[in-house]
T-cell receptor, first 115, second 110 residues
Framework: DAGVIQSPRHEVTEMGQEVTLRCKPISGHNSLFWYRQTMMRGLELLIYFNNNVPIDDSGMPEDRFSAKMPNASFSTLKIQPSEPRDSAVYFC?????????????FGPGTRLTVT | TQLLEQSPQFLSIQEGENLTVYCNSSSVFSSLQWYRQEPGEGPVLLVTVVTGGEVKKLKRLTFQFGDARKDSSLHITAAQPGDTGLYLCAGEDRDDKIIFGKGTRLHILP
C-alpha cells in the first residue's frame, strides 16, 4: 500500500483565494483525521470522520474551513477565503478506528502558505 | 481543557549520551501514545501505553506510563543521529478527542 496520499505537497496562494487540500486514506481504514501543525500551536485535530461521516468538527477554527468525505477513498479540506494566519502544514491521517488505541497513519502533509 | 505538556521543548546532545523527555498532564488519560516526526514527514507511531506503571521497550527506547496515568516518559539510551526528530505524545481527552502535546525537538550531534 502506498500509505496516506495528500495533494498538493505545497500550496502558495494569495489572501482571499479558495484552497482545497486532498487526501486519499489507506484502503480498508474507516477513520480519517485532518490536522493542522504550526510552531506556535503544535499539532491540532481539526475534524475526523468515521465511515465517511463527520464525527467531531469542534477543532475547525472558523466557518471558512469545511471538510467532506464523499466516499471511503477520498476527503477534502477547503478554506474559503484563505487568510495569512491559515499558513501551516496540514496533515491527513487514517486508521481502523477513532480511538487512540488504533494506530494513525499520517500522510506527508501539505505545506500551505497564504500571502 | 485537558492538556499534554511536553518537556523539554528542545534538546541537543552528543551521540552516545542518554536522555529522557517527559509528557505531563493534570488529567488522567486512559492511554498515551508516542510519535516521532522527521522533517517534511508526518508523525509515525512508536508505542501505545495503556496500563498505569506500564513500561515498554523498543530497542534503545524505553517508555513508561505513570502509575496515576497522568504522565509518561521516553528514555533513549546511547542516542544516535538517527534519533533526531520531533517527539510527540498524544492521548484521548474526556470527550474522546485525540490531543497532542507540542513535542520535544531532539537533535543528536554526531
Amino acid at each position: 500500500d502506498a500509505g496516506v496520499i495528500q495533494s498538493p505537497r505545497h500550496e502558495v496562494t494569495e489572501m482571499g483565494q479558495e484552497v482545497t487540500l486532498r487526501c486519499k486514506p489507506i484502503s480498508g481504514h474507516n477513520s480519517l483525521f485532518w490536522y493542522r501543525q504550526t510552531m506556535m500551536r503544535g499539532l491540532e485535530l481539526l475534524i475526523y470522520f468515521n465511515n465517511n461521516v463527520p464525527i467531531d468538527d469542534s477543532g475547525m477554527p472558523e466557518d471558512r474551513f469545511s471538510a467532506k468525505m464523499p466516499n471511503a477513498s477520498f476527503s477534502t479540506l477547503k478554506i474559503q477565503p484563505s487568510e495569512p494566519r491559515d499558513s501551516a502544514v496540514y496533515f491527513c491521517a487514517s486508521s481502523f478506528g477513532t480511538s487512540v488505541i488504533y494506530e494513525q497513519y499520517f500522510g506527508p502533509g501539505t505545506r500551505l502558505t497564504v500571502t | 481543557t485537558q492538556l499534554l505538556e511536553q518537556s523539554p521543548q528542545f534538546l541537543s546532545i552528543q551521540e552516545g549520551e542518554n536522555l529522557t523527555v517527559y509528557c505531563n498532564s493534570s488529567s488522567v488519560f486512559s492511554s498515551l501514545q508516542w510519535y516521532r516526526q522527521e522533517p517534511g514527514e508526518g508523525p509515525v507511531l512508536l508505542v501505545t501505553v495503556v496500563t498505569g506503571g506500564e513500561v515498554k521497550k523498543l530497542k534503545r527506547l524505553t517508555f513508561q506510563f505513570g502509575d496515576a496515568r497522568k504522565d509518561s516518559s521516553l528514555h533513549i539510551t546511547a542516542a544516535q543521529p538517527g534519533d533526531t526528530g520531533l517527539y510527540l505524545c498524544a492521548g484521548e481527552d474526556r470527550d474522546d478527542k485525540i490531543i497532542f502535546g507540542k513535542g520535544t525537538r531532539l537533535h543528536i550531534l554526531p
